[in-house]
């Protein structure tokens, strides 16, 4: 196929989705905004369920003593 039919149909279905009005369906639309919805408040309540891995050892190692360690303005 030339390059000029292959340009031809373009500009054709081009023009068709342009001007085009499709019809919309509304309460589907609905529908899957409503599921979208759904699973993400879903998504978040498993992710805030979740503990941190790396919480224990932020709780061993924040209740280390730092006075045992000097400080850099000692000199």
């Known amino acids: 196929m ?3 039919r ?9 023009r068709q989705l342009k ?3 499709p019809t919309t369906d509304l309460s589907e ?3 899957e905004l409503a599921a979208k919805n ?6 978040e309540a498993e992710q805030a369920a979740e503990s941190d891995p790396w ?4 709780e061993k190692y924040n209740a280390i003593d730092d ?3 000097p400080e850099d303005n000692e000199s």
């Not at 919480?55 to 932020?58: G, Q, R």
């Open 38 to 43: 759904a699973l993400a408040v879903e998504k």
């Open 55 to 58: 919480e224990e050892y932020a």
């Open 6 to 14: 292959q340009k031809a149909k373009h500009t054709k279905v081009a």
């Open 19 to 21: 001007y085009s009005t």
């Open 29 to 31: 639309l609905e529908r």
């Open 67 to 69: 006075s045992n360690y």
């Open 2 to 4: 030339g390059r000029g």
